[in-house]
């Protein structure tokens, strides 16, 4: 950001002679934000088609893995630690047309249940935050991946506006591992286990600023001013974790809006030399 925001305005600039009205009203006008459907473009541009088997690793319960079935024809192995995750994705495999061609299975990052060169393309969608060793899993990744195979990973990491008392708040309530975040860490780690970023697309805002104008996420300012006024309430009713999970993720999705966080979108690409781990 190039404004420069240590000098005070003055009273006379505050409510000065400028044109609200216009200001306001260019507010009010879309930038056009990207969805998050870019994710799936940028797997696109790879290559990827009904010989590749892909990794879908911490995806959840498969709607990922079974949008990337259908779009690219490609078999998708899910692997992700939540047993609720595993159980509903199965029950989802059951009625989609593409189901016979994802497979979940239980497991972590840091541990994966596949043989080493198995897959074409590990993916990784905003999962990154919850693994306890991130550099350990990131060697797990290039194990599994095939020699010249890339990743594709969609993450949030921390900007210089984020003051530390908000993140240890933000990531004690979303089971977040604070140093994930830091881009600088983030990208230390990846490159200990022999991958290189092969392009980085910084995306901000403008997945959460596309739900916002689609109407298809929440309000999660208006969330988070009723969960902290009915605080006694959600508790009683939903239980205290429960009660800061929620916190968490509609304060994560005010703190991307405010650019404190910032959405990014990585590919690597593993070293197709042996001699290089």
């Keep these: 950001m190039s404004t420069d925001w240590s000098r005070p305005l003055t009273v006379e600039e505050m409510y000065g002679d400028w044109d609200y009205e216009g200001a306001v009203e260019m507010l009010e ?12 473009d940028t797997v696109a541009t790879l290559g990827i088609g009904p010989e590749d088997h892909i990794l879908d690793i911490g995806g959840r319960d498969g709607t990922h893995a079974l949008m990337m079935a259908e779009r690219f024809g490609c078999k998708v192995t899910v692997v992700d630690p939540s047993p609720t995750n595993i159980s509903d994705g199965k029950a989802k495999l059951l009625d989609h047309e593409y189901g ?3 497979t979940l299975l239980p497991g972590t990052m840091e541990e994966i249940p596949a043989a080493d060169d198995t897959f074409t393309l590990v993916f990784s969608r ?3 935050s919850h693994v306890a060793d991130l550099k350990a899993g ?16 969609h993450s949030n990491v921390e900007t210089d506006l984020m003051e530390p008392r908000e993140a240890a708040r933000l990531h004690a309530a979303t089971a977040s591992i604070p140093r994930n975040a830091d881009p600088a860490f983030f990208e230390s780690a990846l490159r200990s286990a022999g991958f290189a970023v092969s392009s980085l697309d910084v995306i901000g805002s403008e997945f959460y600023e596309a739900t916002q104008e689609a109407g298809s996420a929440p309000n999660y300012l208006l969330q988070l001013s009723r969960l902290r006024r009915a605080e006694i309430e959600f508790v009683e009713a939903i239980g205290e974790a429960a009660y800061r999970s929620m916190y968490g993720n509609a304060l994560w999705g005010c703190y991307l809006l405010l650019g404190k966080l910032e959405t990014r979108l990585y590919v690597l690409s593993r070293s197709a030399d042996p001699s290089v781990s």
């Design 100 to 102: 016979q061609r994802v």
């Design 138 to 153: 990131f060697v797990e990744c290039a194990r599994v991946l095939v020699r010249g195979g890339s990743m594709v990973i």
């Design 126 to 128: 905003d999962m990154v």
């Design 29 to 40: 006008q879309s930038l056009e934000p990207r969805r998050s459907s870019v994710v799936f």
